[in-house]
């Protein structure tokens, strides 16, 4: 009989000490991965929790796998060959093959702290736990929740490091017990795609007849990935079929799963590889009878010392059962090996316990003997023909595949060159109809612009009349506001109001009422305002400015009226003596001589009373910046009188009178008109508060909401 197989559905490569063990048991195996296992797409977050690991209070790994590309990339980001853990952070793990894969790397008690489930002790944490019962094993987040302390971590940065999806059950009771939970991905699960020769042995697998085989699950995605792949590649008879096989599972939630999905027979197994040996021999020795005693022994041998004590015990028969054959894992190869026969020593020592023992001798026992020795070579001839036989079938076999094979893959890589092709065709295409979208793309950008602004002119060219009336009135107050703020021209305003009241008045519509009133209220403000002679004012300082360098200074030797004053009285005289000496009745040449001494000494000393000295002290240069300053003081003031700065005008006025008070001849006349004009200029500037448009402008707002 057949000896029967069970499925190994652990990703590849992480399944070899148990198929060694079931190999070992006389088990066939089949590896059919239903996960890949490979590193997360993005490593970037994992790499920054590890740089900054020793400020987490504690790191937890949900898998083997978790620690296998966590400690890799703690090795790059050390830069060193070996992970070097920090003893001051301690660790926790969900299972025994957690604790077997950090001591691989030298992470173990008492170096480091590594907190694991009750009874992962046996498989190498530590000796402080007592080792619970076997069928109270259990691995998972609940267990390791019960073995943390929340209270100490409240408050804490906690790290896990875990791959794509999964449950966060722990990650959230740390952070309902207060803690400060990172996760981040160190690597990924992805359903692989099964060869087709796997699926041919599964196929084989399912058909009548053939021997039991029975499905290792060790994880819930992997029962999903197989629920998902048997509806994909199976036909509706050969699905069914499947789901009546044998499931083992190491977990309640994994059975739970393969239940709801459909698969009624689930054996459960306790944790770990032992558990799972033991639990497909209890199932070989249900459907196939008990293992031979030296294959049992091997395999007790070959598994962990735990599953010694866990394996049930293989009965021994009393005669010699043929060795069963052993199906190699079948992931590159489809062979089914057919049952070993014994070889003809051991053929022969059966037909020796089996004959009688020798007696007395007879004539007719050598006859008897030599026809069983003859049958015996004729079984044994047999057998050897058959063998030969079934050979040269598995040859012929292998060699059909290896040419189907062939074949596919010529059909294949024709596919592949085809599809290339058409990639290339495709790529082309895309590029084409990019550059077509991004022109359509503009036209649209365009056409939208071009419809926003016909909106715009058809808005505007649906204004109603009262629209427009209503900007016009809009612009016209706003005209005479901006007149009244800037140059604080009444007139300008008192236009704008009067032309706006008059516009409204030809309208003549019960809603510009309101309006019309405020309108009128801010005329007559405007009417009230006293005129003030700003350009007047302006003209006098101007004035002033242009005689400020004829101005005679105290400190001049002579006063320029006065000289021209006695030019004109000489030439008078000089008109008037000249007929008077030629009639001989003028004075004489004396008279005329005192009258010239007399004015010469007059020139020579004369007597003024001055205030300040300082002014007759002033020289030529010192005159010139002295009319300079004045005139700046001047301009200043004008400027003032313009902007309507009351306080700098008559602060510059001030001052330029009391410069001229001070070093001009006062006593002269221009000096004199200088001072009157400025005077006149100070009396025409007249501080006036201007009124504002609010009212009007308020009421137009008022309207224009309505």
């Not at 015996?376 to 030969?388: D, G, I, Q, S």
Request: glycine content about 6%; some cysteine.
């Amino acid at each position: 009989m057949p000896s029967p197989t069970v499925v190994v559905t652990r990703p590849a490569g992480q399944s070899r000490q148990l198929t060694e063990a079931l190999q070992a048991a006389g088990l066939d195996v089949l590896s059919f991965p239903l996960l890949a296992i490979g590193p997360a797409a993005d490593d970037a977050p994992l790499r920054a929790a590890l740089a900054r690991l020793d400020t987490f209070a504690l790191v937890v790994f949900v898998s083997p796998n978790a620690i296998t590309y966590a400690l890799d990339a703690l090795a790059g980001v050390q830069g060193a060959s070996v992970a070097q853990w920090p003893a001051q952070v301690p660790l926790a793990v969900v299972g025994p093959a957690s604790v077997a894969a950090l001591a691989e790397r030298g992470i173990t008690p008492p170096a480091c702290r590594v907190i694991a489930p009750a009874g992962a002790v046996a498989n190498g944490q530590g000796a402080d736990d007592a080792a619970p019962d076997a069928e109270a094993l259990r691995f998972d987040s609940e267990a390791l929740w019960a073995r943390l302390d929340p209270a100490a971590l409240a408050g804490k940065p906690v790290l896990i490091i875990r791959g794509n999806g999964g449950r966060d059950w722990l990650g959230d009771r740390l952070r309902e017990a207060g803690a400060q939970v990172e996760a981040v991905e160190a690597y990924q699960r992805t359903l692989p795609e099964p060869s087709a020769m796997q699926w041919q042995a599964v196929r084989d697998n399912l058909r009548p007849g053939a021997a039991p085989h029975a499905w290792l699950i060790t994880s819930s995605e992997a029962v999903r990935n197989l629920d998902a792949l048997a509806r994909q590649h199976l036909s509706p008879e050969e699905d069914a079929a499947l789901r009546q096989v044998q499931c083992i599972a190491p977990h309640a939630r994994i059975a739970e799963q393969a239940l709801a999905l459909g698969f009624p027979h689930v054996l459960r197994a306790a944790p770990g590889d032992a558990g799972l040996l033991a639990a497909c021999l209890q199932w070989a020795d249900a459907h196939a009878g008990p293992a031979p005693a030296s294959m049992a022994s091997a395999a007790i041998e070959a598994s962990p010392p735990s599953a010694k004590a866990e394996a049930p015990p293989a009965p021994v028969p009393d005669a010699a059962v043929p060795a069963t054959s052993t199906k190699v894992e079948r992931v590159t190869q489809e062979t089914t090996s057919s049952s070993a026969t014994p070889p003809p020593t051991a053929a022969s020592a059966a037909s020796a316990q089996a004959a009688p023992a020798p007696g007395p001798a007879t004539p007719a026992a050598p006859s008897a003997a030599s026809r069983r020795s003859a049958a015996l070579w004729a079984l044994v001839a047999v057998l050897v023909v058959a063998t030969a036989g079934g050979f040269w079938w598995l040859q012929q076999r292998v060699d059909h595949l290896t040419g189907e094979l062939a074949r596919r893959q010529q059909s294949n890589d024709a596919l592949v060159q085809e599809s290339r092709v058409l990639t290339r065709n495709a790529q082309e295409t895309v590029k084409e109809l990019q550059a077509k979208v991004g022109a359509l793309e503009n036209q649209v950008g365009e056409t939208r612009d071009k419809q926003v602004a016909l909106e715009q002119v058809y808005q505007d060219l649906m204004r109603n009349r009262d629209d427009w009336e209503i900007a016009e009135i809009q612009q016209l107050l706003t005209s005479a506001g901006q007149q009244l703020q800037l140059t604080g021209n009444v007139q300008v305003a008192l236009a704008a109001l009067q032309s706006a009241d008059a516009r409204l008045a030809r309208a003549d519509k019960p809603q510009y009422n309101l309006l019309r009133r405020a309108i009128a209220r801010d005329v007559a403000r405007m009417k009230a305002v006293p005129d003030t002679d700003l350009t007047g004012a302006a003209i006098k300082l101007d004035e002033a400015i242009n005689q400020v360098d004829a101005l005679p200074l105290l400190s001049s030797e002579r006063m320029l009226e006065r000289s021209e004053a006695d030019a004109r009285k000489g030439a008078a005289g000089n008109g008037a003596s000249a007929p008077a000496a030629a009639n001989g009745t003028g004075p004489g040449w004396f008279t005329r001589l005192w009258d010239y001494l007399r004015e010469e000494l007059a020139q020579v000393v004369r007597i003024r009373k001055v205030d300040d000295a300082e002014a007759l002290l002033l020289s030529g240069d010192q005159g010139w910046f002295l009319r300079e300053n004045v005139k700046l003081r001047l301009l200043n003031a004008r400027l003032a009188l313009l902007s309507r700065n009351e306080p700098v005008f008559r602060n510059d006025l001030a001052a330029a009178q009391a410069m001229i008070s001070r070093y001009f001849d006062t006593k002269s006349r221009r000096v004199q008109g200088v001072l009157t004009l400025l005077r006149q200029a100070q009396a025409g500037a007249v501080t006036v508060q201007l009124p504002t448009m609010s009212e009007s402008l308020g009421a137009l707002h008022a309207l224009k909401k309505e």
